[in-house]
């Protein structure tokens, strides 16, 4: 089953515009991976988060480990953010990573 | 730095052939991780190495794959007797010792025709 659940699985945005992306873990899992893909396949680190939030510019990013979830928000949105975010669990502090689906972001002007 | 380096950037090889995936992680990580990207089944993990010690190969295939890592700097992943089945983005990754984060380098395009 998916033990990594991401949605939505594909979003398409204004530019200029909120949004948010989720993770639901049904694995247990002690921190989270964020990544966004860009065309050229290349997986660009976000954020690495024990459970708590950390924000970098227009991103934000939290991880509850009681409720098993992590969300990625995107604060006005521009064409740039256009990829394929992911977010992957660790379920042993250092260990495999499980990848989500993946959301396929596309921000139009 | 230059981060993780895989090579080669594309691999295109005949149905049975043997494929050789390089990587390099970044100076100084102690464990390497390769993960395979496909549009059906995403990103899955394959095997891993701690200070060049397999540690788990629980996502390999059991036939044909192989992965080795004879030094700290590079570590091979071997597939024999490719099957088109077999073609894929593979990935490589690092991490430094205390520090959780994992490194992705850009990937190998493997074809079987």
């Known amino acids: 089953g998916d033990q990594v659940k991401q949605s939505p699985s594909a979003l398409s945005l204004q530019e200029g515009t909120n949004s948010a992306l989720r993770c639901n873990f049904s694995i247990a899992t002690t921190t989270v991976q964020w990544f966004l893909q860009n065309p050229r396949g290349s997986l660009m680190n976000l954020f690495y988060?024990?459970?708590g939030t950390k924000e970098n510019g227009r991103l934000k990013s939290t991880f509850n480990s009681k409720e098993s979830y992590s969300t990625l928000h995107i604060r006005d949105a521009q064409l740039e953010d256009s990829g394929t975010y992911f977010c992957?669990?660790?379920?042993?502090?250092?260990?495999?990573?499980?990848f989500g689906g993946g959301t396929r972001l596309t921000v139009r002007p | 730095n230059a981060g993780v380096i895989q090579t080669p950037r594309h691999k295109v090889t005949g149905k049975g052939q043997e494929a050789t995936l390089w990587c390099e992680p970044i100076?100084?990580?102690?464990?390497v991780f390769w993960y395979r990207q496909t549009i059906v089944q995403g990103l899955e993990f394959l095997t891993y190495?701690?200070?060049?010690?397999?540690?788990?190969d629980s996502g390999m295939p059991k036939e044909r794959f192989s992965a080795q890592m004879p030094n700290q700097s590079h570590s091979t992943l071997k597939i024999q007797s490719t099957q088109p089945q077999d073609s894929a983005v593979y990935l490589c990754?690092?991490?430094?010792?205390?520090?959780?984060?994992?490194?992705f380098g850009p990937g190998t395009r493997l074809t079987v025709l």
């Open positions: 992957a669990a660790d379920n042993n502090a250092g260990a495999k990573l499980t």
């Open positions: 990754a690092s991490r430094g010792q205390g520090a959780e984060e994992q490194y």
């Open positions: 100076s100084g990580h102690s464990a």
């Open positions: 988060l024990v459970p």
């Open positions: 190495f701690r200070n060049q010690a397999p540690i788990d």
